[in-house]
Structure formats: structure tokens, C-alpha cells
């Protein structure tokens, strides 16, 4: 027995989503990891580093730059019996996957009227923010998020980044998990007491009574730091870290609006289709006699995510926009 | 450049709030325009101007009493709207009893004097707004399911939410403080702010006024309603529902005629003198369903045809009743009608609404014996009462005025 209280340990998104993997590789010999650069590389974004020494290159296997091929070898060891981890190094590529993620990963299991399932998790990186221009900034999980027969997880804490892995392998069905790339090097204390978080449902980040702010991803941290400001003046946000994109969790989110009858969502994806604008659909067909003020959105400008520093900053939500449309949408009171 | 003044909404009206602008600086607008929502005791009134130009500068805030009289908005001529003066309202408070009648005491344009010369569009009579206001006014949706449940009226409420809606929380504010429609907490909401109390108020004081400086004289016809009756039928007979004709029409019209045999009827007594109406604008007597009366104007009457003045008609008693009047229709009827309709009494004997100079009743058409070439025969038929001022008029005009009253309803079809 070790101490009945374990100390919290500190450790970095990055980091978390490595423990993720080693633990996933011990624990079932089905799981084995692929991508591009993952082994000799160490990952693009340093999160398989030490792996391949660890486990050996029949575990740990780096592939050609093909998505396409690699991702259906997953889908086909996945029906084989496998539980693979495909990394795909940032989303943008996953659309050279395009095929085998909608017309195999998710609609296999249907297909077969469920003799076949596809017990595969994809990682990917997401979103902006690191100066690495438009081919390698955007946040494409809202477009997964349309597709049946898929889960996409968006985790936005260092807790999720750990612990999400292991709840998605254990999902019979395809699951795609986004790891945005500015959260990589956020740290935070992990409970030692959490074992696991379900992939279910969101999560309030930050009780409040005045407005519900919905946000996933890097926005979950925008969103606490616009709430921290917000409560000086008065403003009681609640934070609300939707994090599972498909199937969205609208019980908590319903729950959430209802009490403060007020909601900004944040979505690092375009307008235009987005999460954001799905979520909003759904609120204005369930709560509408529930709003005391429009529903905001707040995303990304509908360009090409641009390389320069300003312009990219300017480009993504900011936590004073959010702050702005907070005080906006509450009035004089 | 030209001012537009606080018009007056009645012969008791010292000032008004402006409650609402409809219009910001650099709007373009054009005659018959809504621009402001003005609140009287009489309750809030779309306030629509009389030229065209554009708004350059608004000088009284949402909120502000302002004397009737007092510049309410600059404007600049448009392009193309030739270049006004001042529209001559009355200079100060005290003057609202001279001239009720602002924008038809404007320096002659084609525009203003529009009223007097060709006869005016009904389209122009008609708002296309439709009974109401509401659309001003912002009540988010949980503010309006909680004001359901609460029996609170959330128009009437102040809205402290976004674009000063009102919210969920303005509901629960006025229900714990006890405020309801009668005492609302902050400004009423446009086209929301009748009062049965003030009006109760407002026509004390008018009707106290009237009979206390007008010297009425009373005469009474009683009028065959036969042949109007059976033509009416026959027209109506052809046509749907919406479009059948009131006797209220025939009334109205046929007084209209009889005031141009009769014009010194038509107009108003201020300063020791009449001043004849500039068109035929007969106030029509509204009871409001909270209590109340109120007469609008149907501008231009002997000009209209029967079913024009029955769309107006409609529109304006829908007006009257759920809000929405305009300016103009408060402010420059010249004479007055009252028909009691089907359930009211025989005979009204009305009271004159100053400064106008005579009012005109109708009672309910019933079937009485009616002697006709020495024989009585069963007919419908109407006692029609004038009550005039002495001071403009004398029995001699009165009485020729019932008798054209009397032979233009003899012959419906030339109304």
C-alpha cells in the first residue's frame, strides 16, 4: 500500500498525453501506436518521445506520408481484432484520410449490420496559435463532429489529455481525439485520486448564475481567464468545457443555459457550419423560452489562419472578445 | 433647415414625453413618416411629420417632457424636398389652444397643403404598422414565458438587458415590487402607455373646459334610414364580409357634404374668432375597451369614397384601440361625429370637444311608426343631434346643416 493520500502531480498537457499512451501500450497488448515520425522523431509535437526505446518499433511504428494508408491499416487492424493508435500529425492532413475515416472507421460497423467494429482512436493535433500558418493552424474537429458513427473528443485540461485515451480505447467504435497544440506545454496539477473521465458528457469548469460561456479546446482557458475577469465586475460566468463534440452532451449543456438563461459559445473553428453553430441550433430549438438575451458566438475570422503573430491573434477568439460580449449581452441590469 | 415642433394631441395638451425616437440624425424621411412615439395622458402616439428632408438634429432625448410647441428635431431639406420654414406650431405652451392644427398651419407647399386641394391617398391613412406598438419594444422570450406566468404585462416594464430588453430578471423585479400595468416601474413602453386614470383626467378637463366657456345650442332631426338602409343592403349583399359598408360610413360621409353646404361648422374658435378647418377632418368618437374615449380624425372625409372610408374607418377605430395613432389624426380634426350604434341609446346629445366648434350624434337606428303620405308605415329610422357654439354659429346654420344632412342620406347613392 502506498500513502492513503497521493500528492498531486504536476505535469504537462504534453506529458500527459505521453503517460496516456504508455499506460494504453502496457496494459493491452492489442494497442500499438502509428503515425508519421512518431518513433525515430519522437513525435512532431515531442509527445511519443522515448517511446520507441521503450517499446520497440513493432509497437511503436513510424509510416510513410501516406494518411490514407495508414489510417485504413488502422481501420484494418482495428477490425482484425487490434485497438490501434493512429496520430495524424496535425488535422489539417487528416482530410488525405477523409475516405477511410467516413466511408470505412465510420460506417463500417453500420454497414455490417455490426459484425465489424472498428476499435480505433485517432490522435491529432488542432487549432492555431503557434505561428505555423494556415496549412497547419485550423480546427477542422467540428467538421468530424457532423459524421455518424463517430466520437471526437476535444480535450481541454491536462486531466482529459490523460485520462481520455483509455476511455476511447475501450469504445468499441472509432474515436478521434483532438490535442490542440497550444495547450502541449500547459501544466497543471493531475488528482492522483481520478483514474478515468468519462466521454460522455461536458463538464462545468466553473460554476456561475449570470451566462453560461461553452468552450472546448484552447478555449476552455480563454474562457476561465474571461470568468476570473468577468467576476471582478460582478459578472458570475459559468464555464462550460464541452470537450466531447460528438455526441454532444446536451443535457449539461441545456442545464447549464437554462439556470443562466444567457450563452456565449467559443469555437476556434469557423462560423460558418460550425460546432458553434450547431450547439446554437439546438439551443434555440429546445431553450428558446428559456433566453434572456441572444446567443453569441465566438470564432474564428473566416480566413486562411494567417502565419504573422498580430494577424493570427487577431484572426482567433480572444478572452476580451469574450469578455466584451459578456458585459453585452447582460446589460445595465 | 426647419424645426419640428411637439405637436399638440388635444385641446389639453400642455407637453408631452417622448417616450421613443423612430429616427436618428441623417435619416431621410418623407411626409407621413412615424419618426417619434410621444406619450400624453391620452396614451402614446405615433407622431409622423409633414415634409420631406432629412432628420439633421434631434433635440429632445428618449425620456424628456417637452411643452408642445418646443423644437422636438431639426431638418434639412433633401435633395430633392424644396426648402421650408419653421412649421409654425405654437411658440409656447399656452398657444397649443390657438392652433391645434401644426402642420396645416405651415407655409404653403404642395406637400402640407395636400390636405385641402387633391384629395389624399387612403393608403396614407392606413397604417401599415396595424394595431400596436409592440414591435418597439423588446421582451427577451424567458422574460415573456415568466410575465405570462405572473400576470405581468413585461411591456409595460423597464428593460435593463441587452438593447434594453427586458429580461427574465426585470419580470421578477416588478413582480416582487408589486408593480404591475397600472403603475408601471420605469417608462412605459411605446404604444403601451394608456392610463385609464389620466384619461379619465384628460376628459374631465376637456369636457369641464367645453361646458364651462362654449355656449352649446342643441338641435335634433330624426331622419327616415329607409332608403339609406335598403341600399345598403343590396350593396353589401354582393360583397364579402370585409368589405361591406356600416351605416357609420353613410353618417360620416353625409355629414362631410353637409359641411361644405355648412362650412361655418367646420373649424375652430380661438382667440375670440373662428377659424375655419383647412379640409373636412372629422374626429370619430372611440370608446376604448379599458374605458374611455378618444376621437381621431379621418382626414379629408367628403373626398373619399364609401368603401375608402370604411378601410379607414376600421383601421383607425383597430388604431385607437391597440394603439399606434398618429399625430396628425389627434391633432387636426375640425369637427366631431358620435354614432351610438346598434346597442346605444335614441339620442345623444354630445358635448363639444373645444376648440372645435360643433359635434354631431347619431343614435341607434330602430323601426317606428312613419308618417309618409298621410299614411304611417313601420321605418327605420335615426335622431340625429347637433350641439354647436353659439359663438361661431347660429340655429339658422344648424339647422340648415341637419336638413343636408337629412336629404343626402335620402339619396345613399350619391354619397
Not at chain 2, 362650412?263 to 379640409?279: C, H, T
Amino acid at each position: 500500500m502506498s500513502s492513503p493520500v497521493a500528492k498531486p502531480v504536476r505535469m504537462s498537457y504534453r506529458e500527459a498525453c505521453r503517460q496516456a499512451i504508455r499506460d494504453a501500450l502496457t496494459n493491452d497488448p492489442r494497442t500499438f501506436l502509428m503515425g508519421e515520425d512518431v518513433g525515430l522523431y519522437g513525435g512532431c509535437y515531442a509527445v511519443t518521445k522515448g517511446l520507441l526505446d521503450e517499446f520497440g518499433p513493432r509497437r511503436i511504428r513510424d509510416t510513410p506520408l501516406s494518411e490514407s494508408a495508414f489510417v485504413g491499416a488502422g481501420i484494418g487492424a482495428a477490425i482484425a481484432g487490434m485497438h490501434p493508435i493512429v496520430e495524424i500529425m496535425t488535422c489539417n492532413f487528416s482530410l488525405l484520410a477523409l475516405d477511410q475515416l467516413l466511408n470505412n472507421a465510420a460506417s463500417i460497423a453500420h454497414m455490417s449490420g455490426g459484425q465489424f467494429a472498428v476499435p480505433l482512436v485517432i490522435r491529432m493535433a488542432t487549432g492555431a496559435g503557434r505561428q505555423l500558418a494556415a496549412q497547419h493552424s485550423h480546427s477542422l474537429e467540428g467538421w468530424y463532429a457532423h459524421i455518424p458513427g463517430l466520437k471526437v473528443l476535444a480535450p481541454g485540461t491536462v486531466e482529459d489529455a490523460r485520462h481520455m485515451l483509455r476511455s476511447a480505447l475501450a469504445d468499441p467504435n472509432p474515436v478521434l481525439i483532438f490535442e490542440h497544440i497550444v495547450l502541449y506545454n500547459v501544466e497543471d496539477e493531475l488528482d492522483p485520486a481520478v483514474e478515468s473521465v468519462d466521454i460522455g458528457s461536458a463538464k462545468i469548469r466553473r460554476p456561475g448564475r449570470d451566462v453560461s460561456v461553452l468552450a472546448y479546446g484552447n478555449s476552455l482557458p480563454k474562457a476561465l481567464a474571461a470568468a476570473d475577469t468577468l467576476a471582478k465586475e460582478g459578472i458570475e460566468a459559468e464555464v462550460v468545457d464541452i470537450r466531447v463534440l460528438r455526441p454532444l452532451d446536451n443535457a449539461t449543456i441545456f442545464e447549464s443555459v437554462t439556470r443562466t438563461r444567457r450563452c456565449i459559445i467559443v469555437d476556434e473553428g469557423w462560423k460558418s457550419g460550425s460546432i458553434s453553430a450547431e450547439i446554437a441550433a439546438r439551443l434555440s430549438e429546445n431553450l428558446f423560452f428559456e433566453l434572456d438575451a441572444p446567443i453569441r458566438r465566438i470564432c474564428s475570422r473566416e480566413v486562411p489562419i494567417p502565419y504573422s503573430r498580430h494577424m493570427e491573434e487577431a484572426a482567433l477568439p480572444q478572452t476580451s472578445a469574450i469578455i466584451e460580449s459578456a458585459r453585452t449581452l447582460i446589460g445595465s441590469r | 433647415m426647419s424645426d419640428f415642433l411637439m405637436p399638440s394631441l388635444g385641446a389639453d395638451m400642455e407637453r408631452g414625453k417622448l417616450v421613443e425616437w423612430l429616427v436618428k440624425p441623417g435619416s431621410k424621411v418623407r411626409k407621413g413618416d412615424v419618426i417619434a412615439i410621444v406619450e400624453t395622458h391620452k396614451g402614446a402616439f405615433e407622431v409622423d411629420i409633414f415634409q420631406e428632408g432629412v432628420i439633421a438634429d434631434l433635440c429632445a432625448v428618449e425620456g424628456q417632457e417637452v411643452p408642445v410647441g418646443a423644437v422636438l428635431a431639426r431638418l434639412a431639406p433633401s435633395d430633392k424636398a424644396p426648402a421650408l420654414g419653421t412649421l409654425r406650431a405654437p411658440a409656447n405652451p399656452v398657444a397649443a389652444e390657438k392652433a391645434p392644427e401644426v402642420a396645416l398651419a405651415a407655409p404653403p407647399s404642395p406637400e402640407a397643403l395636400s390636405a385641402s386641394g387633391k384629395p389624399a391617398k387612403v393608403a396614407q391613412k392606413v397604417s401599415p404598422m396595424g394595431p400596436g406598438s409592440r414591435a418597439h419594444a423588446k421582451v427577451t422570450p424567458a422574460a415573456r414565458r415568466r410575465a405570462a406566468e405572473l400576470g405581468i404585462d413585461p411591456y409595460t416594464l423597464k428593460g435593463t438587458g441587452i438593447d434594453d430588453s427586458v429580461t427574465f430578471a426585470d419580470v421578477e423585479r416588478a413582480s416582487a415590487s408589486h408593480v404591475g400595468p397600472e403603475a408601471p416601474a420605469g417608462p412605459t413602453r411605446p404604444g403601451r402607455g394608456f392610463d385609464p386614470l389620466q384619461m379619465r383626467q384628460a376628459i374631465a378637463a376637456a369636457m369641464s373646459r367645453s361646458k364651462r366657456e362654449i355656449p352649446h345650442y342643441y338641435l335634433t332631426t330624426t331622419i327616415d334610414m329607409g332608403p339609406s338602409l335598403s341600399w345598403l343592403e343590396t350593396f353589401n349583399t354582393e360583397r364579402l364580409p370585409d368589405q361591406r359598408l356600416l351605416p357609420a360610413t353613410l353618417f360620416l360621409k353625409a355629414t362631410a357634404l353637409a359641411l361644405r353646404e355648412v362650412p361655418q361648422l367646420n373649424g375652430f374658435w380661438e382667440n375670440g374668432r373662428f377659424r375655419p378647418g383647412s379640409g373636412i377632418h372629422i374626429g370619430w368618437a372611440v370608446s376604448l375597451r379599458g374605458g374611455g374615449l378618444i376621437a381621431p380624425a379621418v382626414h379629408d372625409v367628403d373626398t373619399m369614397t364609401l368603401p375608402e372610408l370604411m378601410i379607414a374607418l376600421r383601421d383607425l377605430v383597430a388604431r385607437a384601440r391597440g394603439g399606434g395613432l398618429r399625430s396628425s389624426e389627434m391633432t387636426n380634426p375640425s369637427f366631431t361625429v358620435t354614432s351610438l350604434g346598434e346597442r346605444g341609446a335614441d339620442c345623444v346629445i354630445g358635448v363639444i370637444y373645444p376648440p372645435q366648434v360643433a359635434t354631431l350624434g347619431f343614435g341607434r337606428i330602430s323601426v317606428r311608426p312613419w308618417v309618409t303620405g298621410g299614411k304611417v308605415t313601420a321605418r327605420p329610422i335615426v335622431v340625429s343631434s347637433l350641439s354647436a357654439d353659439h359663438r361661431a354659429s347660429d340655429g339658422h346654420a344648424g339647422g340648415l346643416f341637419l336638413a343636408a344632412v337629412d336629404r343626402l342620406l335620402q339619396e345613399p347613392l350619391k354619397l
